[in-house]
């Protein structure tokens, strides 16, 4: 219980659900920390940092995802093998995402609820 007070945003699902969405976090936090070159190619980094970003990285994904790349440690590294296990996420959601808010019609639903809440669920 203690681990999911000290995450920062919720960790990523070995389910794919939340990829897009960590992605996002986690650029954003590793900036704040200004450790966001960590990720980046050909990057000049310190052992520190290094050692903190695989620590912030590996505290922020599913216990499953944990063990299977148990082995990493090079932050880098660790980032380029999500990477590609969940980049097809953008080519499947967003086409269906842009597709679901073209045919978004007010009209369709009874409450503005139902409509705000199909609305969020297209965004998110």
């Known amino acids: 219980m ?5 995450r920062k945003f ?16 986690v650029k954003l936090h590793l900036s704040a920390k200004k450790l966001r070159h960590i990720i980046d190619e050909n990057n000049a980094a310190s052992n520190e940092e290094h050692a903190t970003a695989l620590i912030f990285l590996m505290h922020h994904i599913d216990d499953g995802l944990k063990y299977e790349y148990l ?14 296990r969940f980049e097809h996420l953008k080519d499947v959601v967003l086409p269906n995402a842009l597709n ?17 809440s199909t609305l969020f669920k297209i965004v998110s």
């Open 10 to 25: 919720i960790a990523l699902d070995i389910s794919e659900k939340n990829y897009l969405s960590w992605v996002l976090d």
């Open 71 to 84: 082995t990493v440690e090079n932050p880098l590294e660790l980032w380029q093998n999500l990477n590609d």
């Open 2 to 6: 203690a681990n999911i007070e000290n």
């Open 100 to 116: 679901d808010w073209s045919q978004l019609r007010f009209q369709d639903f009874k409450t503005v609820s139902e409509y705000n």
